[in-house]
């Protein structure tokens, strides 16, 4: 076990008597959809490469094999091709899982997801809808170079009518998964990518322990979800709140040991809608609140629940909220660990909210 | 009607998947010398057997026949094997530069180099290529610098692109050569854009786009060839279909039902299907499609059939999805193997020569590496400086940038 989540609050699991395996997060991915294949003739999934290959990440291996070509299947490379027809598949009644193979690569489907699925409900006044859930990795740490390391999430939470979901660990990301799928609006999945294999603290020097040795890894292989909207508070802490989500989450728990700030960390894990009882209830407590995420900073997420701290928080509030984020330029393939927003500069932060 | 059956969908597979045994007999491939040349200002329609047909030049006695030999000297046959077969080295020296730790990642164009050798053989320098990350051939045939080429794979302290790229998304102005993009297809309508620029001012440079044969089904595919048809833009279309898409065959994108070429129709622009693995024959085409552009007849389409002999990138295992021994049973073999029979069915080359003219390129592109390493790798020595980051999101720099870059150099 990782030292940092030796604080970890243990995952609420509903696990009756089954056995519990360890699973990586790609692993509870797989599982989240072998689940709802099963479970649902109308889910289906498609994408580029998703097919007999598995996906360039693995997240669909072995799908096609089981369910079928009709199940799941590969894609035209056409981004906005892929996401126009699973809103129209899911306006018949089907609940398409569809993967963009990178986050950085969903801008050619933006209009389809801002104008079409995010509007589809609103416009026909709930005569059409379309359930769809859009997987595709996001983030960075892997040397991807700037177009396979974008956090792209605030051009999503940004649209009114899609759900924005981001998980930390693969318990969360099969729980998630389930309840995205089973929801009737469009629900946008960024998956770490980093965290695929591993946990990562951030730190890259670090020799890297594998989920298996993490208590986020033991993954019900069977049906669970865990709510859509509802953050976790993955450590207690009286000094100072600290919000983040996917690898983010990870980093700031690294960041609180390393400072010795008694921090408490909430993995936000949906960003729309917003558990914003959890933030406020936290920093009405703490008084003071540090905001993380690898995005770029204008616009970032970051800015929106700053906002919403300071409305909600005004009067609890005991310093300026701190901000770590992404620097506002692509992302950097030389200087990953320059651009990569690490425990060394969360601690800076946690330090300078608390005043020492 | 009741009797009429359930509708179903229609799923693509490939002929072979691992395991299978590969027999590409089916395959319709017309001999060498048989397809006519029309004149450049053929009408789209006519062009139709073109777009479905198969342009060949090399036969099978590795004679150059019929309409589309280029009748290129021994010089130019030479200069054009010996810049194929320094891009294979090149390939081969950084893909195991990969292997080897001092780099994150790397693409060959392992099969295909005839491609973008002929290609830039037959553009000029100061017409614009946009091309896509498998035509390196095009900088190394003009004589780009191999150690900056290396420089920018291992993201060194003399990268020409600052450490900002990807390994192999070079850019170059000086020797025509767009700035790669990592996104799919979105130079194709780029291409149109630059060649628009140059009639637009009267010039009489061209632009030569690329797009691979998975990326045509990105709406900028289409919309390139819109453009290109409405403004006849003196451009040239460039699908590369190398028959895979990372794990996809090119069935997925639709080229099974109809070759890619054969899009071009439908536009109004001429579409010309290439053997891409025939150095002469994708060097007439050009030239026949270049022609054409300078003559203000507007743009071509060329499909240059082809085949991806190794995996898509260092980060691809093409053994998991279709059968190892695909790349070897393709029928219109390889590149460089027939430029080298060529010439010695002409009498003016051996293979004795040929295995000299291989250690030569091995040698060269080993010193460029050597050269390239004193410049750092991407995981040990020198670095592009750290404050480099902040240049050029903007031409000036606002202040909020200009605080992160100082808030990043507090912190070290
Ligand atoms: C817009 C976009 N979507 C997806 C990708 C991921 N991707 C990179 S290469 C590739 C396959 C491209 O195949 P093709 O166009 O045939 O070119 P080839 O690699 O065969 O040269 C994919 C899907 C991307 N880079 N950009
Ligand atoms: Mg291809």
Known sequence: MSAPWSEVIDPDMDADTEVIPRMNMIQALNSAMDVMLAKDPNVLIFGEDVGYFGGVFRATEGLQKKYGLNRCFDTPITESGLIGAAIGMGAYGLRPVVEIQFADYIYPAYDQLVSEAARLRYRSAGDFWAPLTVRSPYGGGIFGGQTHSQSVEALFTHVAGLKVVIPSNPYDAKGLLISAIEDDDPVMFFEPKRLYNAPFDGRPETQVVPWAKHPLSAVPQGYYNVPLGKAKTVRAGEAVTVLAYGAMVHVALQAALESGVDAEVIDLRTLVPLDIDAITQSVEKTGRCVIVHEATRTSGFGAELSALVQEHCFYHLEAPIERVTGWDTPYPHAFEWEYFPGPARVVAALRRAIGA | ?412
């Open chain 2, 1 to 412: 009607m009741k009797n009429s059956p359930a509708l179903s969908l229609r799923i693509p597979e490939p002929r072979f998947r691992p395991g299978d045994t590969v027999d590409f007999s089916n395959l319709n491939i017309p001999e060498a010398g048989v397809a006519p040349r029309p004149p450049i200002d053929v009408s789209a329609k006519e062009t139709r057997d073109l777009a479905y047909g198969l342009i060949r030049v090399l036969d099978k006695e590795d004679r150059a026949v019929g309409a589309w030999d280029p009748k290129l000297d021994i010089a130019m046959l030479k200069r054009g094997l010996e810049a194929m077969m320094l891009t294979r080295a090149y390939d081969d020296r950084m893909y195991r530069a990969q292997r080897q730790g001092k780099t994150s990642f790397y693409m060959k164009c392992t099969g295909e180099e005839a491609v973008a050798v002929a290609q830039s053989m037959v553009l000029h320098r100061d017409d614009m290529c946009f091309p896509t990350y498998r035509q390196q051939g095009i900088l190394i045939a003009r004589g780009y610098p191999l150690v900056d080429m290396m420089n920018q794979v291992y993201s060194n302290a003399a990268d020409p692109m600052k450490g900002r790229q990807l390994p192999v998304m070079y850019s170059s102005k000086d020797y025509g050569f767009f700035s790669i993009s990592g996104n799919l297809g979105t130079q194709f309508s780029q291409a149109v854009g630059w060649a628009m620029g140059s009639a637009y001012k009267g010039d009489d440079k061209i632009a030569a786009g690329y797009i691979g044969d998975g990326s045509t089904a990105e709406g900028d595919f289409h919309h390139a060839l819109t453009f290109a048809s409405v403004y006849r833009a003196p451009v040239i279309l460039n699908i590369v279909n190398n028959q895979w898409a990372i794990s996809s065959f090119h069935g997925i994108a639709g080229g099974e039902d109809a070759p890619f070429a054969s899009r071009a129709i439908g536009y109004n622009l001429p579409g010309l299907r290439v053997d891409g693995n025939d150095f002469l024959a994708v060097y007439a085409a050009t030239q026949w499609a270049a022609e054409r552009a300078r003559a203000n007849l507007g743009a071509t389409v060329i499909e240059l059939f082809t085949y991806r002999a190794e995996g898509h990138s260092t980060s691809d295992d093409p053994a998991r999805y279709r059968p190892a021994e695909e790349a070897k049973g393709w029928p219109l073999g390889d590149p460089i193997e027939r430029l080298n029979r060529h010439l010695i069915a002409l009498g003016v080359w051996s293979d004795a020569e040929q295995d000299a003219l291989h250690k030569e390129v091995v040698e060269e592109v080993r010193a460029a590496a050597k050269e390239a390493e004193k410049n750092g790798t991407l995981s040990e020595g020198k670095r592009p400086s750290v404050e480099t980051m902040f240049d050029d999101v903007y031409k000036e720099q606002p202040w909020h940038i200009r605080r992160q870059a100082e808030e990043l150099a507090a912190l070290s």
